[in-house]
């Protein structure tokens, strides 16, 4: 049980990229559009937040300190400005939707208008953050965002035509042009190696103290928490090909991408899954305020972390409070969550090289890492990373602009 408790900081991490209320409509609409095409997106996803989430958490466990606080030592105050400026927005831009995606699960389940939860939502994410030590936090919402897994098991019992799902995966439709799947593809991608993961991810190490001696916790927090978040997302872009590509049918909201688990297991699957979404996407709202919160303090300098009392920490948790109030103000103005996080994705997408950059720097500094730098597939791993993130920022908002956003 304690190995188990040991991966969650993985888990929450991994649900705050593959499956928060963005991505689950996102996946929900590539998948009853484009079929399985562009599944390869999440295993290269998969690959690459396995790749740089290793180096973040073993420089956290060698060196003991973040990432985010080695950028700025590494490179300078100048660049490690224009990274918290970028990270900042698009953190702001997540933490609202998925402040809205938690009340858009609660309205599912109450049916009570979820902007009369956002208030509720937030209160209460802000008073965990606050009271409760980080080690309960991640594993109570990595764990019990767990109940995704009701989709794969809807998969199963919808009884998909497995051979035409995997003629898909070579076969985009004819009707979708190649500027919007190219488009959904860099989305997908953005998602899954947002670059908060990085910086919460290697925070929370030093939350948890890892050392050295905790690299084997750290690595099974990377290789078991992200693959199964990218398999999550799979089976949610599969369940929406079974159940609405052989139709036509439009998706774009999240009570449409829960209907296959309905249509696969009834009421009890509903209601696992309506569960799963709210503890998912509140995870990913703790995630986005902390890693808000971690950026900040660490860039100028100040104390932070739930590993200290709240009053030695107090500019830290000023930052999550008005992170906090600044992205519920945003969407107690109407504004579509579901919206809001596509536009974050491809942003994030946009800035992807000016996190990874510094990481895979980092990681190969033997002043940090002493003989734990990277080895020689690791780093030619990267560098093809770094070239693919490189074609992604010039592809993104052009693509973005062109496509009117999918649409």
Not at 351 to 370: E, H, K, Q, R, S
Request: proline share 4%; with cysteine.
């Amino acid at each position: 049980m304690k190995r188990l408790f040991a991966v969650t900081l993985g888990i929450l991490t991994a649900f705050g990229g593959f499956v928060d209320i963005g991505d689950l409509v996102a996946n929900g609409l590539v998948g009853a559009r484009f079929g399985m095409s562009l599944a390869w997106t999440v295993v290269v996803g998969v690959i690459g937040i396995c790749l740089f989430a290793e180096m973040s958490g073993r420089i956290a466990a060698v060196s003991g300190r973040p990432v985010f606080d080695l950028v700025r030592e590494r490179l300078g105050p100048k660049a490690g400005l224009v990274n918290l400026a970028a990270s900042l927005f698009v953190n702001l831009l997540t933490l609202a939707a998925e402040i809205g995606g938690a009340s858009l699960a609660l309205e599912l389940a109450t049916g009570v208008n979820y902007l009369l939860w956002v208030p509720a939502v937030a209160f209460v994410a802000w008073l965990v953050m606050w009271r409760v030590k980080f080690e309960t936090m991640e594993r109570v919402f990595g764990l019990a965002g767990l109940a995704l897994v009701v989709f794969v098991v809807a998969l199963w019992q919808l009884g998909p035509d497995w051979g035409e799902l995997g003629r898909q995966l070579t076969s985009p439709p004819q009707d979708e042009g190649a500027p919007t799947y190219w488009y959904y593809a860099i989305a997908l991608l953005g998602g899954a190696m947002t670059p908060y993961e990085v910086f919460f991810f290697s925070s929370g190490g030093v939350e948890e103290k890892w050392r050295p001696r905790d690299l084997v916790t750290a690595r099974a927090n990377v290789f078991v928490g992200f693959p199964l978040g990218g398999l999550m997302s799979i089976s949610i872009a599969a369940c929406a090909a079974t159940v609405f590509l052989p139709f036509d049918a439009q998706v774009d909201a999240l009570g449409e991408i829960v209907l296959p688990v309905g249509l696969g297991l009834g009421q009890i699957g509903m209601a696992l899954v309506i569960f799963g979404v709210f503890a998912a996407t509140f995870g990913a709202t703790l995630e986005t305020a902390l890693s808000s919160g971690y950026t900040l303090s660490q860039y100028f300098g100040w104390q932070w972390g739930k590993f200290v009392r709240p009053r030695s920490a107090a500019r830290f948790h000023a930052v999550l409070l008005v992170a906090v109030v600044l992205a519920t103000a945003l969407i107690l103005t109407t504004i579509d969550p579901i919206m809001v996080t596509e536009y974050s994705l491809v942003f994030s997408a946009a800035a992807l090289p000016l996190t990874y950059f510094p990481v895979l720097l980092i990681a190969n500094d033997p002043d940090y890492m002493g003989d734990r730098v990277n080895g020689r597939f690791t780093n030619a791993l990267g560098t093809f990373y770094m070239i693919l993130l490189s074609l992604i920022t010039v592809a993104a908002l052009p693509l973005m602009i062109a496509t009117k956003a999918g649409q």
